[in-house]
């Protein structure tokens, strides 16, 4: 067994524990080997005092920097995962061709779009597979008091929430199921409005009532805020045919009649196999119709999000360098205004060594004091930015600090205190004499 | 017991090779008390500089007890003055934000581990004998200028050093005070028998000396 693969045996929690110790580890042989045998804390602590705030301004400094780059890793890690919670339920769209990420937004993540729609014959061809466990058209549009009023059918309902908070599935076609976080009550009427939105036509639909039987539980999704009627409801209230035969029961859902069918922007489709989804996708990726798998869509917008992520961490970085370098740097003017102490220190015959070890003591208390805050500040701002996004698209984003983030820290820990021998170094190079008669 | 001191041929150049002191033969028995005097500019603190092997660009020999200071290397020269020697500035040079006792007792943060609880316990002893308040403990900012002399002195003979160097140690203080000072200053070092180098412009400090050299133009007149 060579080391790669006993590396791969390890339990992930090892490897990232492992290499935030090996990205910690520069920094710890650096303090051992510039501390050791000496006690130069109390003098450190005294320069940290001589100078509170400007030391405070430093340690600000690196913490708003390493805040960046612990909140850019978290926020999109969260968001990663928010809208792949979120996609989770939907296994395969089928739409008419066009965009598949304005389907994805449209039909998993509820942005309104005026999209193409799709005919009987399509949704009688996929109902015809043996395969297929639900095929679910839905119908958007319409909305009530801010959230989005989605036709769909009971099956679709209960596969996207599991077991009901409370009440019953939709069963006629004027009940509806409520999202965890709409303002209705199991017993509730409401009359939706026509369209979404400032411009949503409260009286286009009023003639059409329905009541609240059920509420869904949390889904982490914009579903959450959603109001789910039969399909046929909506289709009803829109003057279209109800998708059922003449002498229909007025039992929703499927199955529908071809020929009433008024038309889908998407049907949700679940197979009882893996495999014969991707079957499904190929058989109904043509001239027609687009089959794909939101997961996918969803993957190939993280890689590119991941793109981005990268190229804003390796900018984070840059930028924790740059403001470390500029806080050394000031570091170097506030050693000269310590030379006089430093120079006593080496008059008394205090080895270089020692010199250099509380100039190295000061510097790293200023950045390790940075680098912690800093990962607070990125905490903070990732629980910030997740609730507002939550808020705003209702895709639960939750906001977490996980190893990425602890080795960014750790690495720029290591890499600011070797920088940090650089003014260290700097003093043993000055005139003593000089610097006592300064 | 102090160490004698013997110069020979001691010469200290500015970095233009003007010469800041020239000394061709000096020596000063151990536990001497010895007083340099002279006019602003002479060489006083070039002086005390070299005798601590602190001053650049110099040659000839410094030997402290057969030991030549100059010819050490900087480790060695400060171990040296970590050893021998304790200094008393004309600025008590403190560091404002910590007490007085960690002030007096500095030299424990870069002793050796054995030498560490030592230097502290003779750090108390001596703010104690000088009469330094250490309780409460509070920044050595706080104390009085006489005070935080006094806890210059404390620092200097807190690792018990057979030699003293001071330089101008009470040109900052009144006279009253400075009469203090400098009784503790002599009082320690003949005590203990220590060798000891005051630079003073003070009259009635130098006056106290048992021997007494003048500098000028970086010589010594006598």
Known sequence: MNSLDLWDRLPALAQDGLTFLALLLPALLVGVAVMAGHRPLALVGAMLRRFPFTNALFVLLIAASVGLGVGLIAQERGLRIGTARAAEKFDLVLAAPGSEITMLLAAVYLQPSDVPLLGGDVYAEVTENPHVSIAAPIAFGDSYDGAPVIGTTPDFAGHLAGPLAAGRMFATEREAVAGARVPLAIGDEFTPAHGVGASADEEAHEHAHFTVVGRMPMTGSPWDRAILVPVEAVWEVHGLADGHADGWSGEVGPPFDMARFPGTPAILVRADELWANYALRSEFNRADVMAFFPGAVLAGLHNILGDVRQAMSLLAVATQVLVTAGVLAGLLVLARLTAQRLALLRALGAPARFAFAVVWGYAASLIVAGAILGVGVGYGATIALSAIITERTDILVTARLDWPELHLVAGFVSLTLLLALLPAGATLSRDIVRDLRA | ?222
Do not use: Y
Request: hydrophobic share 45%.
């Open chain 2, 1 to 222: 017991m102090g160490l004698a001191l013997t110069i020979t041929d001691l010469v200290v150049e500015a970095s233009g090779g003007r010469h800041l002191l020239s000394v061709p033969q000096l020596d000063v028995p151990a536990g001497c008390h010895l007083g340099i005097s002279g006019p602003s500019g002479a060489g006083k603190s070039t002086f005390l500089h070299a005798l601590a092997g602190l001053a650049r660009r110099t040659s000839g020999h410094v030997l402290w007890d057969g030991c030549d200071i100059l010819a050490l290397r900087q480790g060695a020269r400060a171990r040296f003055r970590r050893d021998h020697m304790g200094f008393v500035f004309q600025d008590p040079l403190l560091f404002e934000e910590i007490s007085a006792l960690a002030n007096a007792g500095v030299a424990a943060a870069f002793a050796p581990r054995r030498r560490r609880a030592a230097v502290t316990l003779a750090a108390g002893e001596a703010l104690t004998t000088l009469g330094v308040p250490t309780r409460p403990a509070r920044p050595a900012a706080t104390h009085s200028g006489g005070e935080r002399q006094r806890i210059a002195l404390a620092r200097a003979l807190a690792t018990d050093p057979p030699i003293l160097l001071a330089d101008e140690p009470t040109a900052s203080l009144d006279r009253a005070t400075a009469d203090t000072l400098a009784d503790a200053l002599l009082g320690a070092a003949r005590a203990a028998g220590r060798t000891l180098v005051v630079v003073s412009h003070d009259p009635a400090l130098i006056a106290r000396m048992d021997r007494v050299l003048t500098l000028r133009n970086g010589e010594i007149t006598e």
